[in-house]
Nanobody, 124 residues
Framework: QVQLVESGGGLVQAGGSLRLSCAAS????????MGWFRQAPGKEREFVAASSWSGGNIYYADSVKGRFTISRDNAKTTLYLQMNNLKPEDTAVYYC?????????????????WGQGTQVSVSS
């Protein structure tokens, strides 16, 4: 089973930047994508960004396109999320997932575990 540990969250002012990291231990099948989700208080967990195993296919939620960048290290063991021009509505707990599959309707399902999450708070 893949173990995931997120880090890099914090409190920033609107317009600021943060870089999240997700360290993955254990192997995943190359058919899976890795990605980020977030959950704000009182809301459901939502998709943020995903990268195919090779990194050749990248996906973003419309709400973060042009502001967030997902990437992976060459060893495919660490996933990053560079977040620029942060907005108060980006405030949430951000979770990493390493066994994602995309459905025909474009929705994402996690077939593995979640990390513990890292809090991102953006003040106005």
């Amino acid at each position: 089973q893949v173990q995931l540990v997120e880090s890099g969250g914090g409190l920033v002012q609107a317009g600021g930047s943060l870089r999240l990291s997700c360290a993955a231990s254990g192997r995943t099948a190359s058919s899976y994508a890795m990605g980020w989700f977030r959950q704000a208080p009182g809301k459901e967990r939502e998709f943020v960004a995903a990268s195919s195993w090779s990194g050749g296919n990248i996906y973003y939620a419309d709400s973060v396109k042009g502001r967030f960048t997902i990437s992976r290290d060459n060893a495919k063991t660490t996933l990053y999320l560079q977040m620029n021009n942060l907005k108060p509505e980006d405030t949430a707990v951000y979770y990493c997932a390493a066994e994602l599959l995309r459905g025909r309707d474009g929705s994402w399902s996690n077939f593995g575990s979640w990390g513990q999450g890292t809090q991102v708070s953006v003040s106005s």
